[in-house]
């Protein structure tokens, strides 16, 4: 169910080549969420680095959600930039078999593996 792959980048560069492989694969950045830096601005010890990138390709959204609205608490995508125990890791939770058991909607399920190829690509390029 999860997709990810160990880098041997620095967090802050696999960081800025995650968010270039994005917007390479017509995907835009809707946010980053840092939650190392929330947790510790909260007082909380973390000694790991986390960054979350919410990403949306439009058109795919568009017809998700034409299909089921439902699918609008699915959505975007995420992919995440991380380390753990010294290493720099880049990962997601795979739309497929996520949107599966969300629904059996037969359209959703090509939505989601047209999606998940192109987030794991994104991945690849940016590990």
């Known amino acids: 169910m999860f997709y990810i792959k ?6 802050g560069q696999a960081s800025a080549d995650l968010e270039v492989a994005v917007k390479n694969h017509g995907f835009g950045v809707l946010h980053i969420h840092d939650l ?16 979350v ?15 089921d609205m439902r ?7 995420r992919i995440s930039v991380y380390t753990e125990n010294g290493k720099t890791k880049i990962g997601l939770i795979k739309p497929e078999p996520m949107f599966a058991t969300l629904t059996d909607d037969a359209s959703i ?6 999606v998940e190829k192109d987030t794991i690509k994104m991945v690849d390029e940016a590990t």
């Open 36 to 51: 190392g830096v929330t947790l510790r601005g909260k007082g909380i010890d973390f000694d790991e680095e986390c960054r």
């Open 109 to 114: 399920a090509g939505i989601a593996r047209e």
């Open 53 to 67: 990138f919410e990403v949306c390709n439009p058109g795919q959204a568009a017809k998700a959600l034409s299909s």
């Open 71 to 77: 699918m609008n608490m699915a959505l975007p995508c």
């Open 6 to 11: 160990e880098s041997d980048k620095s967090f």
